[in-house]
């Protein structure tokens, strides 16, 4: 409104130009991304991950499985064939009557509908979802502290320096788990630069998800779900305490006795070891304190066992760069949703999604530089001065 000497565009305006500039309003953070690299407010040396749910722009009953959209389908076909033969049954001279008119409108709508059908079986298809939402299809249901909602996941990559937004998206999976390399992967293009070190919460804890970071030579500081969980010291017979020999593939109990592997769950890779006589758990001392089972004591080990434990370790070695994570990515999340008002999107669509998330994270980082920086510096900074100095 400055730039443009006091004009005010009305929200229609506003609301077909976001609609009209997804791709573009999408890419508004990169470039915001790259001016604060110029000003030394982002390092791009550790980075945080975190993710929230903000409901979608549908409701959660528009939420239907697949019996449900084969059927309305049907019935959709069905009225349109009867449009059509009401149609021809109209005598040429009342076409302008309003029977025809109303046959017309109603056609028309039976169509649109037929395509937002046709779109969520796709997606259904597609995705594997058991129900897809019928407003938005690419949201999905989520659980959060507000309830259940059709809603989606942001995940957003926060730099340590400053606390100034990276790299953020809209993802229509519920969970974090499988979100960890994918979004330091973005933030790392976004910068045009390796980070050194990639930190999140539990949530991201999956040691597949984790090793693709930690092949690129990043340090990964994210915790178990063990170590999340269980911060009093574990119990005496936890599966801790049982010492793994790699040698020999087996497991050596706290009295000494061998659990022997058994089997591997082809589904998961989990491998199970077990002791060679239930008779030697019964007889034992701690019987009923380490096992209850009648088969005796069971140990199943990961897939990724051995990386899982130098991800914990690694998290042990780090704990003063993961105590800074809140302070950095819940920051960003509760200016979004409390100082700019974001209960959920207006857009609908991923792309749509995304390209407000693109808004709602350069307007954050923007308010940040100013805090930062200061105004009347960043305003001269622009004219072409030297890059004001910071503390």
């Keep these: 409104m400055w730039l443009m000497g006091g004009l005010k565009p009305d929200h229609k305006t506003i609301a077909e130009y976001r609609r009209r500039h997804k791709k573009a309003l999408a890419k508004v953070l990169k470039q915001c991304v790259r001016l604060c690299m110029k000003l030394n407010l982002i390092a791009g040396n ?95 249901i989520m659980h959060s502290a507000q309830g259940s909602h059709a809603s989606y996941n942001v995940q957003s990559v926060v730099d340590d320096q400053k606390g100034l937004i990276v790299q953020v998206e809209a993802v229509r999976d519920s969970t974090d788990i499988n979100q960890f390399a994918r979004q330091i992967d973005a933030a790392q293009e976004e910068l045009g630069k390796r980070c050194e070190v990639g930190c999140a919460d539990a949530g991201y804890a999956d040691s597949e998800e984790l090793k693709k970071i930690d092949e690129q030579n990043i340090t990964v500081v994210v915790p178990s779900q063990r170590q999340a969980l269980h911060s009093k ?28 592997y058994v089997g591997e769950n082809h589904h998961n ?19 009923g304190r380490c096992t209850t089972a009648k088969r005796g004591r069971k140990i199943v080990r990961l897939a990724r066992e051995e990386d899982k434990q130098r991800f914990e370790a690694q998290y042990e070695a780090n704990q003063e760069i993961y105590n800074r994570r809140k302070s950095r990515v819940e920051h ?12 959920s999107f207006m857009l609908r669509g991923q792309q749509g999604v995304r390209a407000e998330c693109s808004i709602l994270a350069t307007c954050f980082d923007l308010a940040r530089m100013m805090t930062l920086v200061g105004i009347s510096a960043l305003i001269d900074w622009f004219k072409g001065s030297n890059a004001p100095a910071l503390a």
């Design 46 to 140: 550790v980075l945080f991950v975190d993710g929230t749910k903000i409901r979608a722009n549908a409701g959660r009953g528009n939420s239907h499985g697949r019996e449900w959209y084969d059927n309305k389908l049907k019935e959709i076909d069905q009225r349109i064939e009867q449009l059509l033969a009401e149609s021809e049954q109209i005598d040429q001279q009342e076409a302008d009557q309003q029977s025809m008119v109303q046959i017309d409108k109603e056609l028309a709508q039976a169509e649109r509908l037929k395509e937002k059908i046709n779109e969520a079986l796709k997606v259904l298809q597609e995705s594997g979802a058991e129900k897809v939402n019928l407003t938005d299809p690419q949201c999905a």
């Design 233 to 260: 010291e574990e119990k005496p017979f936890s599966k801790s305490h049982f010492k793994y020999d790699k040698e020999k593939d087996c497991y050596v109990c706290p009295a000494g006795q061998v659990l022997k």
């Design 269 to 287: 890779g989990k491998k199970d070891y077990r002791i060679s006589e239930p008779g030697i758990c019964q007889r034992c001392v701690n019987w």
């Design 332 to 343: 960003p999340f509760g200016h979004i949703k409390r100082n700019l008002k974001t209960n």
